[in-house]
């Protein structure tokens, strides 16, 4: 079988003792950033990206997974313990979470998370293992016409599950490419609004326009409001949950999984909707949805296990076709071309060790986090009660260092520090910075393959509806577009996206 | 609190504007070419081109109706956080990472009411004390330690 040479392929590569160290920093420091709320996977990976060059491209990415992984794990300590979400996907946790931590059952809620996400965790590995070939032969069929149509589609899903007006993600999505465009220009050397400044001739570096807008337009953002005061529950309680809550939870479990594996898949799905439906869904199917909200633990198993099951099954789109299926994997794709890899569907035929490597250590790194975790409880809720006006200058002073790591040149924390200016400023104008990247980054190769597309046709744009791949995928966009601002669906969105 | 125009939509209309028109004009010497053969100034052209429509839309749209007022923006916090990344950059490597360090932390620590001003000393020696172990020692970042 195939599949399992593959698997085992990964396993051998993920055990390498340099790599299980690394997969334990990437979890660890996801597990940190995850419990603390207002520093998020996004700046993190790009910090500490510059810091990984030296490393096996294998090794850096077990580690960068690591960190969007533990995140996950770590936002749910924080919705138990202090009802604040420590990351999006965790919003729900809050609900019934904390409601069990104020009856004095936090240590069962947390529990009962770690095991649902480590369960989701081992299922998605799997399920990644096994859709991943069928489609990375799909995709080695593609030439540059159905790979245009794809990256089109690959922006264009992105901003249907996004927050906020699809408008202005579809125009954040052209900022982002026009960003693309600086630089010298591939294939006639001519350079392109560089302004005549050297640095600029290879093109923007996302690393601190990402730092900029995500990390410290909000940090900005931040300090304007009101200081939150923080009540962390102290008492955790007994750990390992009784027989009827794991029997009651269990269902939840499998419900949670299925529907987090197959959103995770979507384009712009990623972790933030997940749990949200899962939650939904734990609702419906209970026979007295009046426990939830006061302590139901299928409310915190379900979620859980979607929000994990999702983070997992968002690399599926990358690892394949080299389409980043939201701002986080865009960093990803960003950080594999500056290791020198190519993204795209030749990628798991070319670096076999690199994608099963990652996917087996997606296992070992859940299984590191389930064990770990929890006895290391104490450390995180120390971690807690660090107050934020210590933590903000850490982090902005933490984003300079990385900016200027990235090629030692301080003129990316000059970028920077205009992406911080911003990004300030489209919070304040309610927009969302994901579409913005997605588009930067994708942007090189959306005009690569529009170009040399063109020219293989000489000039005649019905290529990209004539050939059926294309067309079909080129269909698939028309009707989210269609949909998307149709009132009746931009209302039902809406609502599931408030919820 | 709701106004007479909706400024959030307004302003980053012309913030899409204002891109296009500086797109337009820092590649307006680039051959456009055809699409058979698409000089550089193509693809820059085409989404600049883009960008004004939907800047335009939005400017429109924001000025023909009302909509939600923006939160007042805070000078302080904004100030402190640029300052202390600009302050970072100019000292980096003529003052060496301990330095910069610290001055950056107390920089964007002035930024914040609940700044403690012993506080924030201690924490920004500790900080510069941490990265310098951290990124230079550990991480061989090339940027020099100390002023000397």
Known sequence: MELFDNLFLGLQVAVEPQNLLYCLFGVLIGTAIGVLPGIGPIPTVALLLPFTFGLEPSTAFIMLAGIFYGAQYGGSTTAILVNVPGETSSVVTCIDGHQMAKQGRAGHALALA?????????????????????????????????????????????????????????????????LGIVGIDVSSGASRMTFGIPNLADGLDFVPIAMG?????????????????????QKVGSLMPGLPDLRRAFPAMLRGTAIGSFLGVLPGGGAALPPFTAYALEKKFAKDPSRFGHGAIEGVAGPEAANNAGAQTSFIPLLTLGIPSNALMALMIGALMMHGIQPGPQIMTEQP??????????????????????????????????????????????????????????FNVWLMLGCAAIGYFFI??????????????????LEENFRRAMLLADGDVTVFVTSPISATILAVVALLLVAMFSPKVARKREEALAE | MTTRFDLQDALFGAFLVAVAALTFYATRTLTFGSPADMGPGFMPRVLAGIAMAFGLFFVARGLSRGGEAIERPHLRPFAAVLGAIAVFALLGVKAGLAVAALAAVLVAAAGSDETRPVEAVLFAVALAVASVLLFVTALALPIPAWPW
């Not at chain 1, 807008?213 to 529950?233: D, K, M, S, T």
């Not at chain 1, 260092?401 to 040149?409: K, M």
Request: aromatic letters at 8%; a positive charge.
């Open chain 1, 428 to 445: 304040k104008v309610g927009v969302e910075p994901a579409p913005l990247l997605l588009g930067l980054v994708l942007g090189p190769q």
């Open chain 1, 114 to 178: 770690a095991i649902s996400s480590f369960f989701a965790g081992t299922v998605a590995t799997v399920v990644i293992a096994l859709l991943a070939l069928p489609l990375a032969a799909l995709a080695l069929k593609f030439t540059a016409v159905e790979y245009f149509s794809l990256l089109v589609l690959g922006l264009i899903a992105a901003v249907v599950l996004a927050h906020g007006s699809v408008a202005k993600a579809l125009a954040m999505i052209v900022l982002g490419l026009i």
């Open chain 1, 353 to 410: 060790q690199l994608v099963w490597g990652l996917i087996a250590s997606m296992w070992t790194g859940n299984l590191m986090l389930l064990v770990i975790n929890l006895p290391m409880i104490g450390i995180w809720i120390s971690m807690l009660k660090i107050p934020y006006r210590l933590m903000f200058p850490a982090i902005v002073l933490f984003c300079c260092i990385g900016a200027y790591g990235i090629s030692n040149s301080m």
């Open chain 1, 213 to 233: 807008l995500f990390g410290l337009g909000e940090i900005i953002a931040n300090l304007e409001r009101p200081a939150e005061r923080r009540i962390v529950a």
